[in-house]
């Protein structure tokens, strides 16, 4: 059964606008259903006969993403995620004053429509946990950094790109609040599953086409925001190398972190004794996520879906362990993989460019932190020739960028989230809801670990992947709620009227 998330005592409804209760006709309904449906249809029809089908194509799409979204705030997550997946970097060709970000666009929908809902419905709860203010607390302090940082070299793409980052770490709130029930996330993660397995899918379909059919390909996404060079991506930038799979993401790193997110999701509900999300779903989506991943040749995103596959395994699913470890043993003995063998071992022992290269990154990220030690130096360029800002990890782009004050913020939000999801799975692991927080844990374990190498989780220009990573650990977070209102009684909670009546 879906359990709903825990109503306290002390939890008190948000104040509500009056809304009318006159019944409206049914064959008004009808009627303006009809208007709206033909209007729709003609206006497609006329865009597919001057600009062809392809901008009709996407103008049915927005049009019916848009009704999701102003239906309900949880249909509209589903369209976000289904953005961050396919088309991470797209725009709305139109240009007002700045060209909208389709995934910005998306988000302050559902924003809109979420803040909206908790005006009107005097049922509405806002849930409430120690982690949801370290949170807002990381989100003041970007901001305090940002300010902080103007005057260093900021542009309107610096701005705009902030703007769209801070919208991705706010749904946070939209996703804890709206996952009231274990179906609930249930749904979100098959979209996210679904769209990152057809994004892999186009992927290897591009690389096994070769880079001339990939770059005319993914040139067609030009006028929709996508850059016009560096399409096609080789290992350290070189042709005689390997290509790198990137499907629609731009960039071979970030997509690889999503894989990996995603590739933990998908094996350890596969593996699950009682799975919350259909076993094809998740077989098909690892069947074409992992193979997408290697050839993305991100050591990282490796490492990082095998630290989260290894954790499942260790806490539950220990068997696992052995064939996972005779597969590794037998592609070295018979030479398969060898590519990305020698490339993990490049990697390991110093010797290619790109590892030294994130040495010095780190040695001057290292530097600005003793500098700027409380505040960092906000989102522009570093203050002096001698350094530069751009680290290959999480924790110290947060440190460089919003100093010790901000990583403590960062680590406190993670941390509090990773302990209530531990706690919650100990009481439910029998359960299918303790497969589900298993494969969530694994999922934020992946993304922290990565973080180790990498920054695109939090990072201004990949608003997308700070979505993710937001949505993952609000889910967490709910679904740990629920478990733990499953496990004790509850009490009606107070509206402002009845508050004010006890007063």
């Known amino acids: 059964m879906e359990s709903e998330l825990p109503r306290r005592a002390w939890e008190i409804h948000l104040p509500a606008w009056p809304v009318s209760t006159v019944p409206v006709p049914g064959w008004l309904v009808i009627a303006l259903g009809v208007v709206a449906a033909v209007a729709g249809g003609a206006l497609i029809g006329l865009v597919a006969v001057t600009l062809g089908p392809i901008p009709a194509a996407g103008l049915l799409t927005a049009l019916v993403a848009g009704i999701a979204i102003a239906s309900d705030a949880r249909a509209g997550l589903w369209v976000v995620l289904a953005i961050c997946a396919l088309l991470p970097f797209a725009v709305i060709p139109v240009k007002v004053v700045l060209t909208p970000a389709l995934l910005e666009t998306a988000s302050a929908a559902v924003l809109a429509v979420w803040l909206l809902a908790l005006l009107l419905r005097r049922d509405r709860l806002l849930p409430s946990h120690v982690a949801g203010l370290w949170v807002a607390l990381l989100l003041v302090v970007t901001l305090f950094a940002f300010v902080l940082g103007l005057g260093r070299g900021y542009t309107t793409q610096t701005y705009h790109d902030y703007m769209k980052f801070i919208f991705g770490v706010l749904l946070f709130y939209v996703v804890w609040s709206t996952t009231q029930t274990i179906g609930d996330a249930g749904r979100l993660l098959t979209v996210l599953l679904a769209a990152t397995g057809l994004a892999a899918l186009v992927g290897l379909a591009l690389y096994a086409a070769g880079p001339q059919i990939t770059l005319l390909a993914l040139a067609r996404l030009i006028p929709y925001g996508y850059p016009s060079d560096r399409i096609v991506r080789y ?231 700070a979505t993710v990573f937001w949505t993952i650990h609000a889910l967490i977070l709910a679904v740990s709620q629920q478990v733990r209102a499953s496990a004790r009684p509850t009490t009606p909670a107070i509206g402002l009227d009845t508050l004010h009546r006890q007063l």
């Open 235 to 465: 290992i350290e930038d070189d042709p005689a190398k390997p290509m790198r799979l990137t499907s629609t993401s731009v960039d071979p790193n970030s997509l690889a972190g999503l894989l990996a997110v995603v590739l933990v999701l998908a094996v350890v509900q596969g593996v699950a004794k009682r799975p919350l999300l259909p076993r094809w779903l998740s077989w098909g989506t690892a069947a074409v996520v992992a193979p997408a991943l290697l050839l993305t040749y991100s050591r990282a995103g490796w490492l990082g879906a095998a630290a989260g596959i290894g954790l499942a395994a260790v806490l539950r699913y220990r068997w696992m362990l052995i064939p996972g470890v005779a597969a590794l043993a037998g592609a070295l003995m018979l030479g398969l993989g060898e590519v990305f063998f020698q490339r993990l071992w490049l990697g390991f022992t110093l010797q290619d460019p790109a590892t030294r290269m994130r040495l010095e990154e780190y040695r001057t990220a290292l530097a600005i932190i003793r500098e700027y030690p409380l505040f960092g130096v906000g989102f522009g360029e570093a203050p002096t020739i001698a350094l530069w800002t751009g680290v290959s990890s999480i924790y110290l782009t947060v440190a460089e960028r919003m100093g010790l004050l901000g990583l403590a913020a960062f680590l406190l939000a993670v941390g509090s989230i990773a302990l209530a999801g531990l706690r919650a799975w100990r009481q439910a692991a029998d359960q299918p809801v303790g497969d589900l927080l298993l494969a969530l844990g694994g999922a934020q374990c992946a993304a922290l670990f990565i973080g180790l190498f990498d920054h695109y989780f939090f990072n201004i220009s990949f608003p997308h992947m």
